[in-house]
């Protein structure tokens, strides 16, 4: 298992979440990471999730994404691990850097 698919300790992912404004932990046992992210309108949300597809396409590392009109909440882990790892995190702070709500 490569470094980046091993699971984050307690000390890493708290790190990891100082660095990610509005990520919180998520899932059973607090085993993903997930963000909500709030948009004037229907169209502004699946912009966002289209952008955030061509990005996770390009990392080949991919979140679970629910729309609800005007809100989209996105979910990381590595099944594979079983938890959250180093490409989860990697994930979050490129949707961040790169796929700007324009509303928050």
Avoid at 8 to 31: F, K, N, Q
Avoid at 54 to 83: C, K
């Amino acid at each position: 298992m490569t470094q980046d698919a091993r699971t984050l300790d307690e000390t890493a992912l708290g790190a990891a979440l100082t660095r990610l404004p509005g990520w919180r932990r998520a899932g059973r046992a607090g085993r993903a990471l997930e963000k909500t992210y709030r948009f004037a309108d229907f169209r502004a949300a699946l912009a966002f999730v289209n952008r955030v597809g061509e990005l996770a396409e390009r990392q080949q590392h991919h979140p679970d994404i629910a729309i609800h009109y005007s809100e989209v909440t996105l979910t990381l882990w590595s099944h594979d691990a079983g938890g959250v790892t180093a490409r989860d995190v990697k994930l979050a702070e490129a949707i961040d850097a790169y796929c700007q709500p324009t509303t928050s």
